[in-house]
Nanobody, 124 residues
């Protein structure tokens, strides 16, 4: 059983930065980790994912050039550095871990484990 513990959310003004962390325990069998977000009244969407073995990264178009996903493999921790935040980045951010193909993971069908979520609020 994999447990994911997130931290690092908060409130910032537009243009500010935040760094989210997701610490995983029981890492065996995980191929992908990533960040997803859900804004009020919207469906949960992929933000950034990383293949834990080869480091391949993928980003939503809306965050490219502003967000960076990285991992500390030894510490089983994934980070999301968020720069130049905008009000439309406001959402609950969830860490996910799973297997399967990248596309299936991005589509959330093979996200086997979820964190509890951390709120990010960006004011204008």
């Amino acid at each position: 059983q994999v447990q994911l513990v997130e931290s690092g959310g908060g409130s910032v003004q537009a243009g500010g930065s935040l760094r989210l962390s997701c610490a995983a325990s029981g890492y065996t069998g995980i191929i992908h980790m990533g960040w997803f977000r859900q804004a009020p009244g919207k469906e949960r969407e992929g933000v950034a994912t990383i293949h834990v073995r080869d480091g391949y990264r993928n980003y939503a178009d809306s965050v490219k050039g502003r967000f960076t996903i990285s991992q500390d493999y030894a510490q089983n921790t994934v980070y999301l550095q968020m720069n130049n935040l905008r009000p439309d980045d406001t959402a609950m951010y969830y860490c996910g871990a799973g297997s399967g193909t990248w596309s299936a993971f991005w589509g959330q069908s093979t996200v086997d484990f979820w964190g509890q979520g951390t709120q990010v609020t960006v004011s204008s």
